[in-house]
């Protein structure tokens, strides 16, 4: 049963929006979405406020977006006159909003991504429409790129930042949302995926995450970042531990031949643990790409003696 669910998402992966007698199906997600009007089901809305970060760890910010001015927490300007590589990262469960990312995390847990700021690299942290007070209302997956991208040309204007090295990278949720922008934008040099889904129907309609009817498959078809990869432009690394979401890296490996996307399968690795040893071994190479081009190569087997070396795979 489970070999026939595979075998029948593989397909629809495969199929996407064609079907006979409706000609050619877009080529890209920014084509699939030009002109595209969602129908949001009533959300119930929660207004939290930004907490206020620690100033010598982050700033909070407002960004301009087309849904509005939105908040986000930002390394403050060393004033050293450098300009320093920078990350944008989105964590994973309700990634609209943003909360504590400044707190000591649980190294088999680490979603505030810390190695990134302790190895000096500028942090980005945005929260987007619908989240926390923000203007807007939650679309899901689709609104949300175009904040993500409004925050990385915000990030570019940053006097302190190196406009041509900046990075993306997210956790689950966050994962899936990156992927996506991926898809959409060469405006990063690299993007870092942990945990997405190739569907988000996957997800469900308890989640909190979608509000949309998830029986109506266009809607699903443009949140999910399995059906666009050949739209991915900038190096992408999608990676998950065996033991969590490893089906979806899985079905999008098989599908997939863009050869800008690279799989990486974290062996006795949970959805979790794979965040501090392999943001600190993404950390180490940001540091070393200078040239010209991207030069970060997290090979699969460099990949997973990074996290055997940390202590945390399991048999």
Known sequence: MKLRRQLLLLLLLATAFHSPG?????????????????????????????????RKVFATVKYPASSGQLAAYLTPDPRDGKKRPAIIWITGGDCNSIADVWSTAPRDNDQTAAAYRKAGIVMMFPSLRGGNNNPGVKEGFLGEVDDVLAAAKYLQQQTYVDSNRIYLGGHSTGGTLTLLVSECSPLFRAVFAFGPVEDVARYGPDSGFLPVDLKNRQE??????????????SPTWVM?????????????????????????????????ATLAPINELIARQILQDTNAECSINLSVDEVNRSFAASGKAKP
Request: net charge positive; hydrophobic share 40%.
């Open 22 to 54: 409706q000609g050619s199906p877009p080529a890209t997600l920014l084509e699939a979405r030009q002109n595209f009007h969602t129908k949001l089901l009533p959300q119930k809305r929660e207004m939290e406020a930004v907490a206020v970060a620690p």
């Open 240 to 272: 998950e531990g065996t033991g969590g979401n490893i089906s979806s890296l899985r079905a999008m490996a098989r599908i997939s031949t863009n050869a800008k996307v690279r799989f990486v399968e974290i062996k006795g690795a949970s959805h979790f």
């Open 220 to 233: 699903v078809r443009l949140r999910s970042p399995g059906y666009w990869l050949a739209s991915v432009q």
